[in-house]
T-cell receptor, first 115, second 113 residues
Framework: NAGVTQTPKFRVLKTGQSMTLLCAQD?????MYWYRQDPGMGLRLIHY???????AKGEVPDGYNVSRLKKQNFLLGLESAAPSQTSVYFC??????????????FGPGTRLTVL | GDSVTQMEGPVTLSEEAFLTINCTYT??????LFWYVQYPGEGLQLLLK?????DKGSNKGFEATYRKETTSFHLEKGSVQVSDSAVYFC????????????FGTGTRLKVLA
């Protein structure tokens, strides 16, 4: 099993450009998440999905859109990149079990720089 | 709202020293608590977890006990190694219908040989 994979690993954009980050998981997980990691701020949830065809906003959704057309894939889009979106982006997935015992599995991250 | 507070880093220790990284939380109900570790250039990996009060999670020599009376989940290891150098994140997941995790800001640990 590959687990959670992210594409691309690195990307440099100019302000105003658009791009899509792809997350794929092969563990048949229901839930998927996109986080951004910034120095001194830990991980902040951007958007998440509790199943195929569903998405919901997290803590910092502005400037991002997501889609979950297939259960195994969760796409994060930046329509018009801004320097404030320079960050490391992590995707995660989990089974979505009840009772709070769920464990998240993380991808290796995408380092994005917006000039 | 729910929150997690962990001690500021970086923490620098000599090999074989005792490690404590403090973590406290604020949440309604009885959340599950987690410690994740992030090695340089990698994503986060689950280190250990505890799902109810007084549970002790353990893995790779690390331990943490879920203390509801002090709302804490401190990470400890009796003898650290250079290979333990990483960033450690405390996190909670509420049990009251939310699907979201709350992460602390992370504590960087550097172990010197």
């Amino acid at each position: 099993n590959a687990g959670v994979t992210q594409t691309p690993k690195f990307r440099v954009l100019k302000t105003g450009q658009s791009m899509t980050l792809l997350c794929a998981q092969d563990m048949n997980h229901e839930y998927m998440y996109w986080y951004r990691q910034d120095p001194g701020m830990g991980l902040r949830l951007i958007h998440y999905s509790v199943g195929e065809g569903t998405t919901a906003k997290g803590e910092v959704p502005d400037g991002y859109n997501v889609s979950r057309l297939k259960k195994q894939n969760f796409l994060l889009g930046l329509e018009s990149a801004a320097p404030s979106q320079t960050s490391v982006y992590f995707c995660a997935s989990s089974y979505g079990t009840s009772g709070g015992t769920d464990t998240q599995y993380f991808g290796p991250g995408t380092r994005l720089t917006v000039l | 709202g729910d929150s997690v507070t962990q001690m500021e880093g970086p923490v620098t220790l000599s090999e074989e020293a005792f490690l404590t990284i403090n973590c406290t939380y604020t949440a309604t109900g009885y959340p599950s608590l987690f410690w994740y570790v992030q090695y340089p250039g990698e994503g986060l990996q689950l280190l250990l977890k505890a799902t109810k009060a007084d549970d002790k999670g353990s893995n790779k020599g690390f331990e943490a006990t879920y203390r509801k009376e002090t709302t804490s989940f401190h990470l400890e290891k009796g003898s650290v190694q250079v290979s333990d150098s990483a960033v450690y994140f405390c996190a909670l997941r509420a049990t009251s219908g939310t699907y979201k995790y709350i992460f602390g800001t992370g504590t960087r640990l550097k172990v010197l040989a």
